[in-house]
Nanobody
Framework: QVQLEESGGGSVQAGGSLRLSCAVS????????MAWFRQSPGKEREGVAGICRDGVTTYADSVKGRFTISRGYADNALQLQMSNLQQEDTATYFC??????????????????????WGQGTQVTVSS
């Protein structure tokens, strides 16, 4: 079993930065892919950034060049550095993990339904 817990959310003005963290506990070896998703009221949950165990990353077009995903030592943490935040980035952000059987790192962020483990979410609010 893997447990995920996000932290680092908050309120920031447009153009500002935030760093989200996700603490990973349990059997981390049971996953080989982690990702950040976000969901705002009335919208579907969407993938923001993903990272494979080998460090290969994938980003949604809307955040490329502004967000950076990274994994901590021994896979016990996941981070999301967010810069130049915009109002449309306002959402609840979730970290998620899964054991993929693709044989290679995917070039896309899997659908939320494909992820096995989820954190409880952390709110990010960007004001003008």
């Amino acid at each position: 079993q893997v447990q995920l817990e996000e932290s680092g959310g908050g309120s920031v003005q447009a153009g500002g930065s935030l760093r989200l963290s996700c603490a990973v506990s349990g059997v981390a070896s049971s996953t080989n892919y982690m990702a950040w998703f976000r969901q705002s009221p009335g919208k579907e949950r969407e993938g923001v950034a993903g990272i494979c165990r080998d460090g290969v990353t994938t980003y949604a077009d809307s955040v490329k060049g502004r967000f950076t995903i990274s994994r901590g030592y021994a896979d016990n943490a996941l981070q999301l550095q967010m810069s130049n935040l915009q109002q449309e980035d306002t959402a609840t952000y979730f970290c998620a993990a899964v054991l993929l059987f693709l044989g290679r790192c995917p070039s896309y962020i899997p659908r939320p339904q494909s992820m096995t483990y989820w954190g409880q979410g952390t709110q990010v609010t960007v004001s003008s």
